[in-house]
């Protein structure tokens, strides 16, 4: 059964919209889910980045270096217990893959120069926004500061020209400037506002490095100490960017394939590597295998290896390509396989001596290479065929797994052996080619489509080939990002989620399969098998018999990820495909207020024998459709959204429909917005309190914006006069305000719009009892405390009379408050008596069958200091000791023991009794005789408390 969604233009026509089903997930941009990624991201990354810093200032490692050849590297991360580095990937570019050829004067005709194509550029630094060959058309979006390597990158996707050696493949192209940091939160925050393309040229240090004339081996002793386990393994950043490109079917990641190949010093050079057992880098003289090993292969670092990204490698420029041997491996571009044996890199484009702008000046030139050069080269080059098929499509996008099979199925030949490999990927990007099959699907419907397939269902689609050129199927697919499993060597589980399978059925019965390689022996040839772990599979069959063919599609095991459903692309060039007859249109309804939508659904002759694409169109502004929709495979009809706009006065409108030369046509009848409902901000509210009330229309208000009239049932409540909801919108908020009241008070507000009245109720409510609070909370008896009584809202008209009461004589309080009209608390005085222990009492407060209570701590009194009347006296003098508490006693006094350190020199009582109420002692004495000045140390102690004083006796 063929489930095809039909052309790339559906997506766009259909806006920026999460559905709820996963089929619709994958063909558009789930908002939603892509912005709580960049929240959650955003959160973790800078969590993890400052963490990180932290972590080195103590460590003493370097943060953020621009070395000597314009190299960026920054600490973004510890993992595994290890400091993680993003790097740029540095190591004639437009004629390599051909974008000359549909540029303004290009034997293509076509004048393509990126004009309204954004391209974010994530980089270790800031495209310079000054520089002359942009001319206003880059923006800064987060980097703080300007870099060489993200201005050459930048150029070369976007330059103009004044420099003509430097011109940029999509030279009126715009440019996002964005630095590495926290990319993955900001990434899915881009693509959530309809980012299609941006470059990355820069990885993490993998293998080994050469910073500062100093060899540094970034591999994990733990798991080998000969090669780095990090080139080809899927983790946590590759599965990141897998999941923002699935909730974004429309956006394209292009990512450089890095520069490691080959890299690394003669066995037994002196280098420092990670060492976990001192946590800090270790000086080492061992042997470790260059990066590649003895072949090259397996160099493509952590994010090159994501699935649903168009990883990019780098070759010598080819300047006339008459063959696969036209095409030079640079000697640093990244190899594959990835750990489970996929195809990447996916494509390569010139990486060598590549010149661009740099920030030195608004001025400044520079040459560099790397594939930080050839992934601008590449992604420049997919501007222009955004661009085109946005010409050629009113507008619409493709989908990223499109655009991602369009540049595979359109590569020239490269390597040694035909079909992919795991040096060049699929080939040298041939943006001509591309272009064409663009403009062939317009008169050849299908040479792209976009389709679904559903859990246990197979797709078909009929082909007719004529056998004069190569029948060529590429399909492509986003694939649900698969969860990284432990950090191993080569672990080759496969990471694709949704395994899809192409076949071709040939006229004879023979079916063809797709191209396949072997991880194992990676530098042998393709075959044709069944591929178990690439996420775009390929059949060439470059002699076809004239006749029928079938396409077929299908999947793997029992069930698609995450819910039943898989979205895929397909690019075809060799044949053509047969398509239906249409019957009828209708509309349900038939009518409808303005800015809502109906549905509209097709209708075929009989059902579709592959995917039918129908076009659509209105006669008024007023209700929109999109360009096309698609009848799937099996299928007789298939419904289509009719968007319509507000208006001032009743409308209609013509929705036509047409297939080949047949066409269908129904009316829509388009009448102005009226009130639908009333909102407000809450149902109750205490008297006094404001609140916003919202009224909602039922469609939006047409240009002149549409007026809606309030009232209020009750004075107690009072709203404007009216609201104006204005043009294009469904709403409009209106404040509402109330009065204190002596009992609930219900009111109802009613809005208006011509004979259509909507109402909804509100209560006014009563002033009650909310809270007692107490200040302080605790006291010696003897001292009061403020007692606050607040309520919900202001007191009514009458105001309210609050009862109070204690629970202990300790504390007293009056038997009641008044909380005058308008207000809204109230304060009294607790008083206090002494007491001999410490205690404590509830104050209660009552009004309206509703009570708050406060505990007050009332303490007994306890000694608080001794005095003397003079600190020295003579022998024989009289001596005043005052005994102080910290309150008043209570009855029956409080007894103070008394001491001396020197009782021949000043006698003490034992005991003084500090009277009831009385908040001191005064006890006299006389000195003794004394031989020489000595002090005498006077101590009291009562309740715990003890307190001491120093007198002096003189002779």
Do not use: C
Not at 1 to 24: E, R, V
Not at 717 to 724: I, M, N, Q, R
Not at 798 to 826: D, F, T
């Amino acid at each position: 059964m063929d489930l095809s969604l039909g052309k790339s233009m559906l997506a766009a026509a259909f806006g920026l919209t999460a559905l709820a089903t996963s089929a619709s997930a994958q063909t558009r941009t789930n908002v939603l889910e892509l912005q709580s990624l960049a929240a959650r991201n955003r959160t973790n990354q800078a969590a993890e980045k400052r963490q990180a810093e932290d972590l080195a200032r103590l460590l003493g490692l370097p943060i953020r270096e621009i070395l000597a050849d314009d190299t960026v590297r920054e600490l973004v991360a510890f993992r595994r217990g290890r400091p993680v580095y993003l790097k740029t990937d540095n190591a004639n570019a437009a004629i390599t893959t051909r974008a000359n050829r549909v540029a303004p004067g290009g034997t293509a005709g076509l004048q393509l120069t990126g004009l309204g194509v954004v391209f974010g550029v994530w980089d270790g630094g800031a495209v310079r926004p000054d520089h002359q060959e942009f001319g206003g058309r880059v923006t800064v979006k987060d980097a703080s500061n300007y870099a060489n390597h993200g201005t050459h990158v930048g150029g070369t996707i976007a330059a103009s020209g004044v420099f003509a050696s430097a011109k940029g493949m999509s030279p009126k192209g715009t440019i996002s400037s964005y630095d590495w940091v926290s990319d993955a939160s900001e990434m899915a925050a881009a693509a959530s506002s309809g980012l299609r393309l941006s470059n990355h040229s820069y990885g993490y240090l993998t293998g080994w490095s050469y910073q500062n004339s100093t060899w540094y081996w970034e591999g994990d002793v733990t798991v080998s100490t000969t090669e780095d386990a990090g080139f080809g393994h899927y983790e946590s950043t590759a599965q990141e960017w897998d999941n923002i490109a699935y909730n974004a079917p429309n956006y394209l990641i292009v990512k450089s394939a890095g520069n490691d190949r080959g890299e690394g010093p003669a066995p037994g050079t002196g280098h420092y590597y990670w060492n976990p057992a001192t946590g800090n880098y270790t000086y080492s003289t061992a042997t470790r295998n260059k990066d590649g090993n003895a072949t090259g292969y397996d160099t493509l670092p952590y994010y090159s290896v994501a699935k649903n990204i168009l990883t990019v490698g780098a070759v010598d420029d080819v300047l006339n390509y008459t063959g696969a041997s036209s095409v030079a491996m640079s000697s640093f571009s990244g190899w594959g396989p990835t750990d489970d044996g996929r195809i990447k890199p996916d494509i390569v484009g010139n990486g060598v001596s590549v010149t661009s702008s740099t920030s030195g000046s608004t001025s400044s030139y520079g040459s560099a290479s790397g594939t930080s050069m050839s992934t601008p080269n590449v992604t420049g080059s997919l501007g222009l065929l955004v661009e085109h098929h946005r010409s050629l499509n009113s507008g619409a996008d493709m989908l990223s797994a499109t655009l991602k099979a369009l540049t595979i199925h359109t590569a020239d030949e490269a390597g040694s052996n035909p079909g992919p490999d795991y040096a060049f990927g699929w080939g040298l990007m041939n943006t001509e080619r591309a272009a064409q099959v663009i403009t062939t699907d317009k008169t050849q419907p299908e040479s792209i489509s976009e389709n679904v397939l559903q859990q246990g269902a197979t797709f078909t689609k009929p082909l007719q080939a004529d056998g004069t050129q190569p029948l060529r199927v590429t399909i492509a697919w986003t694939d649900p990002a698969a969860t990284p499993r432990t950090f191993a060597l080569n672990d080759r589980t496969p990471r694709l989620v949704n395994d899809l399978d192409v076949r071709v059925v040939g006229p004879d019965g023979t079916t063809y399969l797709p191209w396949t390689l072997d991880p194992a022996v990676p530098n042998a040839p393709a075959a044709k098998g069944d591929n178990l772990v690439d996420n775009v599979e390929q059949i060439v069959i470059d002699v076809p018999n004239p006749g029928n063919y079938t396409l077929r599609v299908t999947h793997k095991g029992t069930a698609l990820a995450p819910s039943g459903v898989q979205a895929f692309s397909v690019v075809m060039t060799g044949a053509t495909e047969v398509t239906a007859s249409l019957a009828t249109l209708s509309l349900s309804p038939t009518s409808t207020a303005g800015g809502t939508t109906v549905n509209g659904t097709v209708t075929l002759e009989s059902a579709a024998t592959g995917n039918v694409v129908v076009s659509l169109s209105s006669n008024s502004t007023s209700a929109t459709v999109p360009a096309t929709v698609t009848v799937l495979s099996g299928q007789t009809s298939t419904t289509f959204p009719v968007a319509t706009v507000g208006v001032d006065a009743v409308q209609s409108a013509t929705i036509k429909a047409t297939l080949n030369t047949k066409s269908a046509s129904a009316s829509l009848r388009i009448d102005p917005a009226l009130a639908s409902y009333l909102v407000f901000s809450r149902s109750s509210v205490a008297g006094g309190t404001a609140l916003t009330g919202t009224v909602f229309l039922k469609g939006n208000a047409g240009p002149s914006g549409v007026t809606v009239a309030l009232a209020s049932s009750d004075l107690a409540l009072t709203v404007p006069a009216s609201v104006a909801v204005s043009a294009g919108a469904n709403s409009a908020s209106f404040p509402v305000g109330t009065t204190a009241v002596d009992a609930d008070t219900p009111a109802t507000v009613s809005a208006k719009t011509g004979a259509k009245a909507v109402t909804k109720a509100v209560t006014v409510l009563a002033a009650t009892l909310k809270s007692l609070t107490l200040s302080p909370t605790s006291v010696t008896g003897g001292a009061g405390s403020k007692a606050t009584i607040a309520l919900t809202g202001p007191a009514g008209p009458s105001g309210l009379v609050v009862a109070l009461s204690s629970s202990n004589p300790a504390a007293s309080v009056p038997a009641s408050v008044s909380v005058p009209a308008g207000a809204s608390s109230a304060t009294v005085t607790v008083g206090t008596t002494a007491v001999a222990s410490d205690t404590s009492a509830t104050v209660s407060a009552t009004a309206g069958g509703k009570t708050a209570s406060a505990v007050l701590g009332v303490k007994a009194p306890v000694l608080k200091s001794l005095t003397l009347g003079a600190a020295t006296v003579a022998s024989g003098g009289r001596v005043a000791l005052a005994v102080s508490l910290t309150g008043p006693a209570p009855a029956g006094g409080i007894v103070v023991s008394l001491s001396s350190s020197h009782p021949a020199l000043a006698k003490l009582p034992a005991t003084t009794t500090v009277a009831q109420g009385a908040t001191s002692k005064t006890v006299v004495f006389y000195a003794g005789t004394a031989s020489a000045p000595t002090q005498v140390t006077l101590t009291g102690a009562q309740g715990g408390v003890s307190k001491s004083v120093v007198l002096t006796v003189n002779p």
